[in-house]
C-alpha cells in the first residue's frame, strides 16, 4: 500500500467550515440537530454517525489546542483560563448530551444492521460509556481536569542554578552525564532538594485527586477507583491480576538482568559502589553522547533518520514542521515531560518535549514520531471514534520506533563508537525501564485499593514497592529523604492515572516486534503498518497479531524476551 503524508484537514459537512467554539451557547444547536433528528434507516443512522463524529472532532481538537498551548506556557494565565473555562464551563454541559446521543445510537432498530467487523470496538465503547455515565460525577470530572494540570503548573516552575546560571530540572539531568563525580552528586541532591520544596504542595494535591476519583467510582458502583478505571480506559483484554503477574515476572525474569547492567557499570566507571548519580555516567575518558545541538538540529537528523527506515516516516516529520506542530526544547515555565498529541481535524499531531541535548531526548524523538505516524496512518479512517486506538497499541507504536530506527542512529553520531555506545544506552534502557513501570503500576493499585489513607501510609508503601524493584547494585544509602518523595516526579501519577502499565505491555510487543525486524526488515515494517492503519476498529488481540505479535503477559513469554535483549546487548560489549 501507498502512504502519503499529505494529509489534509477534514472538511467540514455538518458544521460550517468557519465555526469556531467560544461557549456552550455557540456548540448547544448542532447537539440539538443530532438529538431531534429523526433516523428511519441504516444510511440515514451512518450519515447521523458521521455528522456526530464530526461535531466530537471539532471538539477535541479545540481542547487539544488549549491544552497544548497551556502546557507550552504554564506561566501565561490567559492561556490556563481559556482551558479552565472548557474543563469548567463547557465540558460539564457536553456529558448530559453526549449521554443522550448514545443511548440513542444503541436505541436505534437500524444498530444491528451495521457492519459488525466495521463498528464492533466503536459500538462496545459506547455501551461501556452509557454504563459509566453518572450525572453526579460531571461536575467532579470537571474539577479533575482542572486539578490535574495542576501538577504541570507546579513542576513547570522548578529549576535550579549550577556555576551561577539557571535550568530547569530538565537541563540539569544533563550533569548527570558529567565524568566529575562530584558535579554530579551535586546536582542530584540539588534537584532533589528542589522537589522537595514541593512536596506538601503535591502531595496535596494528589490527596485531593485520589479522593475525587474515588468518589467517581463510589457513584458509579464500584468498590475502588481502580477497577472503575479498567473498564473506562476499555481494558476489555486484561485484569487487574494480569498486571500482578507482569510485576512478578518483572522481579524474577527482569531486575537479575538489571543487576548484571549495573554490575557492569560499576566496573566500568571503576567504583567500589554505585550511586544513584552514577547511573548515566560516563567513564572520566569517555564524552558524553551529544547527538545534536538544539531542536532545529534534533529534528533535521530525525527526519533523515525516520527517511532512512521508511521515506513516509521522515515525511510525516516534515509535514509537521511545516505546520509548526513542534515545540521541543526545554525551558523555563514550559510544562515537564513530552506527548503526541494527536488532532482530529487537521491529521498531523503536535510534539511537546524537553530537549536538551541528551541521549535520551534522541529516544523521546523518536518516540514521539512514532505516536506521531500511527495519528497519520489512523487520520483517514470514517470515523474519528475510528482512530480511539487501544493505548497498548499506541505505545507499541512509538517504543517498536525506538528499536527500528537504531539501525539508522549514524545520522546523530560522527563515529562508530559513539552510534555502539548509543545502541548499547538504548538497550539497557529497555530493560533497565521494566522495573520502574512495574513500581508505579503496583502503586497505584495500592493507592486506589486504600484511597483513604495517610500521607504517612503513602510513604511506607510507595517506598516498600520502590525498595523491591530498586537493583540490588545501587547504593541508596543516606537519600531515603529523597526517595520517598519520588513517585512525585511521574506525572501520570497526576494527570493520566492507571496509564503506566500500558508501557511495559507495550515494550514487551515492540521488543517482540524488533526480533521480527532483525529477521525481516521489510516484512515486519509492513505488518507494523498495517496494524497501525487499523486505528481502534479492531480489538487489542487483533491489532497485535495484525503486527505480527501476541498480547501474552507470562512469565515465560517476558523471560524469553528479556533474554533476547540481554543478547543483542552482550553484543555490542
Not at 13 to 22: K, Q, R
Not at 237 to 242: G, K, T, V
Not at 310 to 316: I, K, L
Not at 382 to 399: G, H, N, Q, R, W
Request: proline share 4%; aromatic share 12%.
Amino acid at each position: 500500500m501507498n502512504y502519503s503524508a499529505d494529509i489534509q484537514k477534514i472538511p467540514r459537512h455538518f458544521l460550517p467550515a468557519s465555526f469556531t467554539i467560544t461557549n456552550w451557547e455557540s456548540l448547544e444547536p448542532w447537539f440539538c440537530d443530532l438529538l431531534d433528528r429523526p433516523i428511519p434507516s441504516r444510511e440515514a443512522l451512518e450519515q447521523w454517525l458521521r455528522d456526530y463524529n464530526e461535531l466530537e472532532a471539532v471538539i477535541s481538537e479545540d481542547v487539544c489546542w488549549r491544552q497544548i498551548r497551556m502546557t507550552c506556557d504554564t506561566e501565561n494565565e490567559k492561556l490556563e483560563s481559556a482551558f479552565n473555562y472548557f474543563m469548567l464551563e463547557i465540558q460539564p454541559k457536553i456529558q448530559p448530551v453526549a449521554d443522550q446521543l448514545n443511548r440513542k445510537l444503541v436505541g436505534s432498530p437500524f444498530i444491528d444492521k451495521l457492519n459488525p467487523e466495521k463498528y464492533f470496538t466503536y459500538i462496545r465503547n459506547v455501551k461501556k460509556n452509557i454504563e459509566l455515565f453518572r450525572e453526579e460525577n460531571i461536575q467532579l470530572q470537571a474539577d479533575l481536569n482542572v486539578m490535574q494540570q495542576q501538577f504541570g503548573s507546579i513542576s513547570g516552575k522548578m529549576s535550579i542554578t549550577i556555576e551561577g546560571k539557571e535550568y530547569t530540572l530538565q537541563q540539569a539531568a544533563k550533569f548527570l552525564e558529567n565524568p566529575d563525580r562530584q558535579i554530579r552528586e551535586l546536582v542530584y541532591k540539588k534537584i532533589g532538594d528542589r522537589r522537595l520544596e514541593d512536596k506538601d504542595a503535591l502531595n496535596q494535591l494528589f490527596t485531593q485527586l485520589v479522593e475525587k476519583r474515588n468518589r467517581i467510582a463510589v457513584n458509579t458502583g464500584f468498590s475502588n477507583y481502580r477497577d472503575y478505571k479498567f473498564t473506562e480506559m476499555g481494558r476489555f483484554d486484561y485484569s487487574p491480576e494480569d498486571c500482578f503477574r507482569f510485576h512478578e515476572a518483572v522481579q524474577l525474569h527482569v531486575l537479575p538482568l538489571v543487576n548484571t547492567i549495573y554490575k557492569r557499570k560499576k566496573e566500568k566507571l571503576g567504583l567500589n559502589n554505585l550511586r544513584p548519580w552514577d547511573i548515566e555516567a560516563h567513564p572520566a575518558d569517555e564524552k558524553p553522547l551529544s547527538p545534536f545541538n538544539g531542536g532545529e538540529e534534533l529534528v533535521e537528523k530525525t527526519i533523515a533518520c525516520f527517511t532512512a527506515l521508511n521515506p513516509f516516516f521522515g515525511d510525516c516529520l516534515k509535514k509537521m514542521r511545516t505546520m509548526g506542530h513542534l515545540d521541543l526544547e526545554s525551558r523555563k515555565g514550559k510544562a515537564p515531560g513530552g506527548y503526541n498529541c494527536p488532532l482530529a481535524e487537521s491529521g498531523a499531531p503536535f510534539i511537546f518535549m524537553n530537549a536538551a541535548g541528551q541521549m535520551d531526548d534522541v529516544t523521546t524523538m523518536v518516540h514521539e514520531g512514532g505516536h506521531a505516524v500511527h495519528s497519520f496512518l489512523a487520520h483517514d479512517l470514517e470515523l474519528t471514534a475510528f482512530k480511539d486506538y487501544p493505548m497498548e497499541m499506541a505505545e507499541v507504536a512509538s517504543m517498536s520506533m525506538e528499536l527500528f530506527s537504531m539501525d539508522y542512529w549514524h545520522v546523530f553520531f560522527d563515529n562508530e563508537d559513539d552510534l555502539k555506545r548509543a545502541r548499547e544506552h538504548q538497550l539497557e534502557r529497555v530493560i533497565t525501564i521494566f522495573p520502574w513501570i512495574a513500581t508505579i503500576d503496583k502503586f497505584q493499585h495500592w493507592v486506589y485499593e486504600h484511597p483513604h489513607h495517610s500521607i504517612d501510609e503513602r510513604i511506607d508503601n510507595w517506598t516498600a514497592i520502590l525498595d523491591a524493584f530498586t537493583s540490588c547494585e545501587i547504593d541508596t544509602s543516606g537519600l531515603s529523604h529523597y526517595r520517598k518523595y519520588f513517585w512525585q516526579k511521574q506525572l501520570h501519577l497526576f494527570e493520566v492515572p492507571f496509564y503506566y502499565i500500558e508501557y511495559g505491555i507495550a515494550q514487551l510487543a515492540a521488543i517482540g516486534l524488533w526480533k521480527n525486524f532483525r529477521e525481516n526488515k521489510k516484512e515486519t515494517i509492513e505488518k507494523y503498518m498495517s496494524a497501525l492503519d487499523l486505528g481502534g476498529t479492531k480489538t487489542l488481540p487483533e491489532l497485535y497479531r495484525t503486527a505480527g505479535i501476541e498480547l501474552n503477559f507470562s512469565a515465560a513469554y517476558i523471560q524469553d524476551l528479556m533474554l533476547f535483549v540481554h543478547e543483542e546487548l552482550k553484543k555490542l560489549g
